[in-house]
């Protein structure tokens, strides 16, 4: 990854030299009244100027920017600690960027920080041993930021190989107190490692590390995400969470039943659970002490599947009454394309389930409760990937009467001929307002073209937007006729190519 000053920077960074620049001129010249403008009013402009981003690249670029227009511009922006506090190191770690990080931290003097660490390499050939972002790479980082614990609130490390994270974990076990820390987001990239059957590799690394003094030096932390990062989870300090994702581990390294039962029981207030490929250890001989996960608060769910007959015994173990947005993805299909998941008893389970009346007697646990997924509440659902049966697809469905949102990907043809003129024409999902197509390719491109004549949307229903996210060129010869025949039944129609969406 190139350095973070020659990153890529947005057309609004390079607006914004050009404006700081003109700054520049008028103000040496005399003739603009930003030089009457108080320095603490100044300060705070600086403050929103820096602040206003989702690139932590771009909170870099522009606090260096501000700080260098004019003497008196550069006095304030060093002494505002409060544009100085995102520091990035990212992949390869050049002696200027820790110049830079030591510059910043003491220029942040006591506000909390924001770490953001990206040490992928583009150019790693999977071989763990020879990333040129090591251990002892990784050991020079946190000597660096250990001693400022104590302000940390937002830490992101996305890494390719495990020894980084590892190392990350043993020094954090040695921290007391991490008061401000509200976010963690750890990440080693690689998804390989949730496919079925596979173990955690370097297999000498697996024991698990007690981070932050076993859980303990936690005192404010509301939003975790481990993908392909296991810890000690019987220490893990994990509670009073706001969001938790756990996405991409081997199914070895992750907790056991009563351990993830006191995870989630002991976040009552947790609004947003993603949970892709492996979730809890379940031992079909041991039953759990608590069979409902009862989140009366939850509104988020994404759960991304391995194996089927494990996702119906993880599925019955919750309870989600508020639920409004639910995400499903066969993970497995893009693990292993020639062999993906039959998802046709999981819709199944959800649908019977919804009624109180689950007849599955595959999974190992009875229902947790009468209706522990309200799909007649849902108002966002997100189906990724999945192949079915389409008779069960249309049974789902046919449950989600408040949805206002549906986003499809991935789906196999014989699902998409099913459910397909029944959602134009509103006889399910009656309340949708947008329906998405992401990534779709000639054939969904091809269906929706060749919807039987006649089809009109409900007139009792609300108007409806059909947004085809596809490789345009792909689909140029059949965009026309998609959109005249969509347009004749009533409905919006927005072809993006995959770069806009």
Not at 75 to 82: A, D, G, Q
Not at 173 to 196: G, Y
Not at 256 to 264: G, P, Q, R, T, Y
Not at 295 to 319: E, K, M, Q, T
């Amino acid at each position: 990854m190139p350095s973070v000053m020659s990153n890529s920077v947005s057309l609004d960074s390079f607006v914004n030299v050009r404006k700081l620049n003109a700054a520049r001129y008028l103000h040496c010249h005399g003739s603009s009244t930003i030089a009457a403008i108080p320095d603490e009013l100044l300060s705070a402009i600086f403050h929103i100027a820096t602040h206003d981003f989702h690139d932590c690249y771009d909170a870099i670029f522009h606090a260096t920017t501000i700080s260098h227009v004019c003497q008196r511009w550069r006095n304030v922006s060093l002494s505002t600690s409060s544009l100085w506090t995102v520091i990035v190191l990212t992949f390869p770690t050049h002696r200027t960027q820790f110049f830079r990080t030591v510059d910043w931290l003491a220029r942040s003097r006591s506000r909390p920080l924001h770490l953001y660490m990206d040490f992928r390499d583009p150019a790693w050939n999977w071989d763990e041993a020879s990333h040129c972002f090591s251990w002892k790479n990784m050991e020079n980082v946190m000597r660096l930021i250990l001693p400022f614990a104590h302000r940390w609130q937002k830490v992101e490390l996305l890494t390719d190989t495990w020894a980084p994270i590892f190392t990350f974990l043993s020094y954090t076990s040695r921290i007391k107190s991490v008061p401000m820390l509200q976010d963690i987001l750890l990440s080693r990239c690689n998804a390989f490692f949730a496919a079925k059957g596979e173990l955690f590799r370097p297999s000498a690394m697996k024991h698990p590390v007690s981070w932050f003094g076993g859980g303990s030096a936690f005192h404010s932390l509301r939003r975790v995400s481990l993908a392909g990062v296991h810890v000690d989870w019987a220490n893990s300090g994990l509670s009073g969470l706001l969001e938790l994702e756990l996405k991409y581990h081997a199914s070895e390294v992750m907790p056991n039943l009563h351990e993830f039962c006191d995870i989630i029981s002991a976040c009552p207030e947790l609004e947003r659970l993603n949970i892709l490929g492996w979730g809890p250890q379940i031992n079909v001989n041991v039953a759990p002490m608590q069979r409902t996960l009862y989140l009366p608060h939850l509104r988020d769910f994404a759960f991304g599947f391995i194996d089927v007959d494990y996702a119906i015994d993880l599925l019955s173990l919750f309870y989600f009454p508020a639920l409004k947005t639910l995400s499903l993805e066969d993970i497995s299909s893009s693990l292993d394309p020639l062999h993906p998941c039959d998802s046709s008893r999981l819709l199944e389970y959800l649908t019977a389930a919804h009624h109180g009346s689950c007849t599955t007697s595959t999974h190992l646990f009875p229902c947790a409760t009468c209706s522990p997924y309200p799909l007649s509440l849902i108002s966002s659902l997100e189906l990724h990937g999945l192949t079915s049966c389409g008779a069960s697809l249309r049974c789902f469905l046919q449950e989600t009467a408040t949805l206002d949102h549906l986003v499809l990907s991935g789906l196999d043809k014989t699902n998409l001929q099913a459910i397909l003129p029944d959602l134009i024409a509103a006889a399910f999902c009656p309340s949708l307002l947008d329906l998405k197509f992401n990534d779709a390719d000639p054939m969904i491109v091809a269906l929706l073209a060749s919807l039987p004549v006649g089809i009109v949307r409900n007139s009792n229903s609300p108007s409806m937007r059909v947004v085809v996210v596809a490789n345009v060129a792909d689909i140029d010869d059949a965009k026309r006729e998609l959109m005249h025949v969509l347009w004749a039944a009533g409905v919006e129609v927005i072809v993006l190519g995959n770069t806009t969406s």
